[in-house]
């Protein structure tokens, strides 16, 4: 039987679901459900099977990696995000999925390829917003909030800059959020505010790998095995 008992989605919208090992699932859950879509809290890593989309949330990054491996998500990830699942990692989700780090721990899982820098605007105290222009998002400048946030130092092959944050007199102007495919990462915190338009965009990946062929057809193969 399912885990999902059904609720996570309509026969018309994508599966989403959202990592609920740490961090603030809960918020992602809730501007999902602003737009229409049923999102289900992911603890299990059977679960992923079942889900075209994954959040991976802000949080502690160290802990979140820790958790991914104790529970066995990583292999069961990395499978999925292959075969199409569309991924989004905000804040600590964006350390967690990146290629490699500018600081020794932790070790990211590589699914996105991009060098990542982590809490480099400063501590909690350090907390601020900022209006950004973001590719892919129509109407106004949105409204991000950054805690702790990391933000992108490199980025490989086919990997799109989004948004980046202007400049200011003590620091350059730093990519915050990129996609490659259906792989999405963003620095700031889309859950915190009332601007449901980057979920928007993560149910639009969503929906293209629940419509994918190729996809449909590797998860009938593993099923059968």
Same mark, same amino acid.
């Not at 609920?20 to 229409?36: K, N, T, V």
């Given at each position: 039987m399912s885990s999902l008992n059904g609720d996570g989605a309509t026969p018309q919208q994508?599966?989403? @679901?959202?990592?609920?090992?740490?961090? &603030?699932?809960? *918020?992602?859950?809730?501007?999902?459900?602003? %737009? @229409? %879509?049923? #999102?289900? *809290?992911v603890r299990k890593v059977q679960q992923l099977s079942e889900i075209d989309g994954l959040i991976i949330p802000g949080g502690e990054s160290t802990t979140i990696v820790k958790l991914l491996g104790m529970f066995d998500f990583v292999d069961e990830l990395r499978s999925q995000v292959e075969s199409g699942m569309a991924l989004w990692g905000t804040c600590a989700g964006m350390i967690v999925i990146a290629r490699e780090l500018a600081d020794p721990y932790p070790t990211p899982l590589n699914l996105l390829d991009i060098r990542v820098a982590r809490n480099y605007f400063g501590r909690q105290v350090d907390s601020f917003e900022s209006e950004l222009e973001i590719d892919g998002v129509e109407g106004d400048h949105m409204r991000a909030v950054f805690i702790r946030a990391p933000i992108v130092i490199d980025t490989g092959i086919g990997v799109e800059?989004? #948004?980046?944050?202007?400049?200011? &007199? &003590?620091?350059? *102007?730093q990519a915050v959020a990129v996609k490659k495919g259906r792989v999405l990462a963003t620095s700031f915190h889309p859950e915190l505010t009332r601007d449901t338009r980057m979920h928007s965009l993560f149910v639009e990946l969503a929906e293209e790998a629940r419509s994918d062929s190729v996809r449909r057809s590797t998860e009938e193969t593993r099923s059968i095995v």
């Open positions: 994508p599966r989403i @679901g959202v990592l609920a090992l740490q961090g &603030d699932f809960a *918020e992602h859950i809730h501007m999902l459900s602003e %737009i @229409g %879509i049923t #999102a289900v *809290e800059i989004l #948004a980046r944050v202007p400049a200011t &007199d &003590d620091r350059p *102007e």
